[in-house]
C-alpha cells in the first residue's frame, strides 16, 4: 500500500470541502486569454485532466470534417479534480462541461445555475475493475472494499450506484490517487471506477482486470454537457450552441456509422495513443462509448435527448442517500431545447462521408463486427 501514502482517503466531508473549494484559472493553468475571452469561440474543457483519449472523437471528426461550419471552437485538458468541470462554467471560465450526473448535483447543491443541455451518455458509463478472478458476483458483493478514485469528485459517481444496489455506502473506503489503474493493479485496492472505453484502454496498457459494468447493473444517466443557465436566456448564445453542438451531433453519428474511421481521425490528433492502443482496441474503446451515447434510442431518436424519467430516478436516489439535501427537478435542471436544432443537419451526407472515408491499412483491418458483437 505504499504508493497511498502521499494520496487521501475520502470521507463525505472531504468530498464536501473539494466540491465546495473555488478553483481559480491560474491554478488549473488554463489559457484566458485569447479567443475565448474575447467572446470569439465556444470553449470546451474537459473533465478528465487530458484530451488524450478517443472519448471526445466526435469533436474530432466535426473539426476534421468541417461540421461546425463557422463556429469557432476552443477544447483543453483542464485539470483531473472532477469537480472543476462545472466550477469552470459556474465561473464563465469555460461554455460547456461534461459532468456525470453526481458531479452537476454537486455543483447545484453549492447553488451553481447550471443546466444539462446536451445529453451525450444516456446509459450508464460506469464500471467497477477488479483483479483477475476477484470481481464479486454483483455490486453487493463489493460492501467493505477499498476502492480507489482518480479523483475525490468521483465518489459522488460510485456512491449512488452501490447505494441502489444495496452496498452499505458507508463501509466503503475511497482512496485517491492520480494513477488509480496502476494502483488496483498492484493490489493496493479492492475496486476501481472507470468507464467504457477506458476500460479497453486500460487493455490495451496491459491491465488484464475483471469488472463489474454500469449498463449491466445501473438504470442511471451518465455525463452530459453543461452550461450556465442564464445563457439559455440569451437568444444569440442558444443560436451559437444550437450550431456549435449540430457539430457535435453530426461527429456522434459518423461515428455511430463507421467507428474505425472515427477512431482514425481521434488517433490521428494524438499519435502517443498508439503505444497504448493498437488500432482494434482503440477501435473497441469508442464503440463501447458509442454504444451508450446511442443507448435507448427507441425513446431517445437524436443525439443528445434527454430521458428526464431517467434523471429524476438519479436525483431521488442521491437525495435519499444524503449525496445532496434536495430532490432536483429533473425537468428544471436539463432541457431539450437544443436538440432538434442539434440534430437538424443533413443526415445523408453524414452517411456519405463516413462511407467514403479512406481508411488507413492497420484500421480497414479491424474486425468491427467481431468487436461490435463483444459489446
Known sequence: MSN???????GRRRLLQITSAGIAVSALGLNTSGVFAQGQAVRWVSPRGTLEVVDDFAYWVAKRMGYFDDVETVIEAGPQDGTATVKLVDQNQSDFGYPSPGVLSLGLEQGMKLTSAFHIMAGDVF?????????????????????????????????????????????IKYVEVSAWGQALAQGQADAALTWEGLRAQWRGQGFDFDYLLGKNASVFPANSFVVRSAD?????????YTRYLRGWARGLEFGWLNPAAATQIAMEEFPGLATQMDPAAAVESLMQQSA??????????????????????????????????QAFD???????????????????????????FVLSADYAAVDVPAIEATI
Open 4 to 10: 497511498f501514502l502521499t494520496t487521501a482517503t475520502i
Open 127 to 171: 464500471d467497477f475493475a477488479f483483479q483477475k478472478g476477484k470481481a464479486p458476483a454483483d455490486l453487493k458483493g463489493m460492501e467493505g472494499m477499498t476502492v480507489v478514485l482518480g479523483s475525490a469528485g468521483w465518489q459522488s459517481i460510485a456512491d449512488p450506484m452501490l447505494a441502489a444496489a444495496g452496498v452499505d455506502i458507508s463501509t
Open 232 to 240: 439559455l436566456e440569451d437568444p444569440a448564445k442558444v443560436d451559437l
Open 292 to 325: 451508450l451515447m446511442h443507448a435507448h434510442w427507441d425513446r431517445r431518436g437524436k443525439w443528445g435527448f434527454h430521458l428526464q424519467d431517467s434523471w429524476q430516478a438519479y436525483f431521488d436516489a442521491i437525495h435519499k442517500i444524503g449525496q445532496v439535501s
Open 330 to 356: 429533473a425537468s428544471k435542471v436539463t432541457t431539450n431545447m437544443l436538440i432538434d436544432g442539434a440534430n437538424d443537419f443533413d443526415h445523408a451526407k453524414v452517411k456519405a462521408d463516413a462511407e467514403a
